[in-house]
T-cell receptor
Framework: EAGVAQSPRYKIIEKRQSVAFWCNPISGHATLYWYQQILGQGPKLLIQFQNNGVVDDSQLPKDRFSAERLKGVDSTLKIQPAKLEDSAVYLC???????????????FGPGTRLTVL | DAKTTQPNSMESNEEEPVHLPCNHSTISGTDYIHWYRQLPSQGPEYVIHGLTSNVNNRMASLAIAEDRKSSTLILHRATLRDAAVYYCILRGISGGSNYKLTFGKGTLLTVNP
């Protein structure tokens, strides 16, 4: 079974530029997550989709970050304009169902490392 | 969100058992205890989870205190490939954003050859 795919793996931009990340979840997974991981910290949830609807975007800086999941499959995360503090690894994860009892494992992609100069 | 407390770092020798502690004194009755780990330059991966009883799988064992205020992830024989950051996470079941995983800083496990 193919895992969560993300691209690009690395991106370097200057501040005030825009950038977009792409994620393709595991086939059939209804729930998709975007996390931001700053060096030395654990991942922080930015947004959670259930199919193509947003479940939680409480920690998404909406003045500069946007995300969409068209047709309930792959997703893009955009930053416009980027700031120095956006330098981080952006992780995408997917899970078969939203939640409930038991394992409800999230499967993570390899991440995109963003450097803002 | 209920919080967990873990040591910043731990060290082990190869082929020895490792006990990674986690305190979660404010855990609610419906919170599951999940463990994920993150190998260098990779995304986190699921290790194990439990509610009240101790759990075993091919990767590790999870020992949960009777009062559920603490738990311990046990790697029975550490290998160099187990060097990673280990996260202890409480996950609710009551719906919506309670299903989400809230990561702390975790415990950086170093395994010495």
């Amino acid at each position: 079974e193919a895992g969560v795919a993300q691209s690009p793996r690395y991106k370097i931009i200057e501040k005030r530029q825009s950038v977009a990340f792409w994620c393709n979840p595991i086939s059939g997974h209804a729930t998709l997550y975007w996390y931001q991981q700053i060096l030395g910290q654990g991942p922080k949830l930015l947004i959670q989709f259930q199919n193509n609807g947003v479940v939680d975007d409480s920690q998404l800086p909406k003045d500069r970050f946007s995300a969409e999941r068209l047709k309930g499959v792959d997703s893009t995360l955009k930053i416009q304009p980027a700031k120095l503090e956006d330098s981080a690894v952006y992780l995408c994860a997917s899970s078969p169902i939203q939640g409930g009892f038991g394992r409800n494992e999230q499967f993570f992609g390899p991440g995109t490392r963003l450097t803002v100069l | 969100d209920a919080k967990t407390t873990q040591p910043n770092s731990m060290e082990s020798n190869e082929e020895e058992p490792v006990h990674l502690p986690c305190n979660h004194s404010t855990i609610s009755g419906t919170d599951y205890i999940h463990w994920y780990r993150q190998l260098p330059s990779q995304g986190p991966e699921y290790v194990i989870h439990g509610l009240t009883s101790n759990v075993n799988n091919r990767m590790a064992s999870l020992a949960i205190a009777e009062d559920r205020k603490s738990s311990t992830l046990i790697l029975h024989r550490a290998t160099l490939r187990d060097a990673a950051v280990y996260y202890c996470i409480l996950r609710g079941i009551s719906g919506g954003s309670n299903y989400k995983l809230t990561f702390g800083k975790g415990t950086l496990l170093t395994v010495n050859p």
